[in-house]
């Protein structure tokens, strides 16, 4: 144990040696500034936290008061997508079997194939 001890005072000397000339190395005025820099920023970044905590409190708050209008208008316009699309595959049949039994019912440029031009909302652009 003894011996431990005397491994260790070297080890302790070093240690404090190298400690003191770092401290040589840097002036304590900078050190005062740059602990008050620091505190500044703390204080900053708290207050900016405090701030994005009440925001999201406040759109979660709007979130939960419309997000029971959002989901049923968004079931509405489904439900107005799947008739619109049933009324205008009607008007299709329709008007091909128009087509096949009087040729001359539509202008000439109607005669074409008959595309649905309307854009697909489901599909991303």
């Known amino acids: 144990m003894a011996e431990q001890k005397k491994e260790k005072d070297p080890l302790k000397e ?9 401290k040589t190395l840097v002036n304590a005025r900078d050190l005062d500034s740059l602990k008050q820099t620091q505190h500044l920023i703390l204080g900053r970044l708290q207050d900016s936290n405090a701030v994005l905590s009440h ?14 209008d959002l989901t049923k208008t968004t079931r509405v316009l489904k439900s107005m997508k799947s008739d619109l699309d049933y009324i205008f595959q009607k008007l299709r049949s329709m008007k091909s079997r128009i087509l096949a039994t ?12 008959i595309l649905d031009r309307r854009p697909d909302l489901e599909l991303p652009q």
């Open 14 to 22: 070093a240690s404090e040696d190298i400690s003191h000339h770092f």
């Open 102 to 113: 009087y040729p001359d019912a539509f202008p000439d440029d109607s005669k074409g194939e």
């Open 55 to 68: 925001f999201n409190e406040y759109s979660e708050n709007c979130y939960a008061e419309v997000s029971g």
